[in-house]
T-cell receptor, first 115, second 114 residues
Framework: GAGVSQSPSNKVTEKGKDVELRCDPISGHTALYWYRQSLGQGLEFLIY????????KSGLPSDRFSAERTGGSVSTLTIQRTQQEDSAVYLC?????????????FGPGTRLTVT | GENVEQHPSTLSVQEGDSAVIKCTYSDSASNYFPWYKQELGKGPQLIID?????GEKKDQRIAVTLNKTAKHFSLHITETQPEDSAVYFCAAGESGGSNYKLTFGKGTLLTVNP
């Protein structure tokens, strides 16, 4: 079946502009996660959704980052006033339910480059 | 919070040899340990996982072992093939309750030379 999809696959933006990254989880998956992967680094947890609620936003690096999820499905990660240090691959994952013991399935990521 | 250390950061082997990647974790509450393979330009793909009620799990050429007392777990790939070349990530999480996070290691770049 269809996996997690993300768009755009690549995004180049100028410093100071806002960007929106989209994630379409696997159908029926109630939990959705956003991670950031910088060059040569592991995956940094950003935020988690259970349904449309985000119980924990503490992984968001600054108040320029926000995320929402509507209809228990699609999620959007927004970065306002982008900075060069925001350049990274942003990965989305979904799982059947919340809880660290449920398999997380990842999308292909959005590569963000801030010039 | 949980801290996961992964070694080595790079590993180069000859085709047909075995490869071993090791991870340690700090939180004794962690009981779910997945391994992901990430090919260039793609998202991480779950390849195997183990839960703390077992010590070893195998799936064809891939096996994972867990030592809860020592808080370490390892990925073993036998009879390596060039298509095994990728970045491998270990992770640790807590099954159940309200803990939803997976904490990842920094990854191991595995190169299998033909």
């Amino acid at each position: 079946g269809a996996g997690v999809s993300q768009s755009p696959s690549n995004k180049v933006t100028e410093k100071g502009k806002d960007v929106e990254l989209r994630c379409d989880p696997i159908s029926g998956h109630t939990a959705l996660y956003w991670y950031r992967q910088s060059l040569g680094q592991g995956l940094e947890f950003l935020i988690y959704f259970q349904g449309n609620s985000a119980p924990d936003k503490s992984g968001l690096p600054s108040d320029r980052f926000s995320a929402e999820r509507t209809g228990g499905s699609v999620s959007t990660l927004t970065i306002q006033r982008t900075q060069q240090e925001d350049s990274a691959v942003y990965l989305c994952a979904s799982s059947l339910a919340h809880g660290g013991g449920y398999e997380q399935y990842f999308g292909p990521g959005t590569r963000l480059t801030v010039t | 919070g949980e801290n996961v250390e992964q070694h080595p950061s790079t590993l180069s082997v000859q085709e047909g040899d075995s490869a071993v990647i090791k991870c340690t974790y700090s939180d004794s509450a962690s009981n779910y340990f997945p391994w992901y393979k990430q090919e260039l330009g793609k998202g991480p793909q779950l390849i195997i996982d183990i839960r703390s009620n077992v010590g070893e799990k195998k799936d064809q050429r891939i096996a994972v072992t867990l030592n809860k007392t020592a808080k370490h777990f390892s990925l073993h790939i036998t009879e390596t093939q060039p298509e095994d070349s990728a970045v491998y990530f270990c992770a640790a999480g807590e099954s159940g309750g309200s803990n939803y996070k997976l904490t990842f290691g920094k990854g191991t770049l595995l190169t299998v030379n033909p």
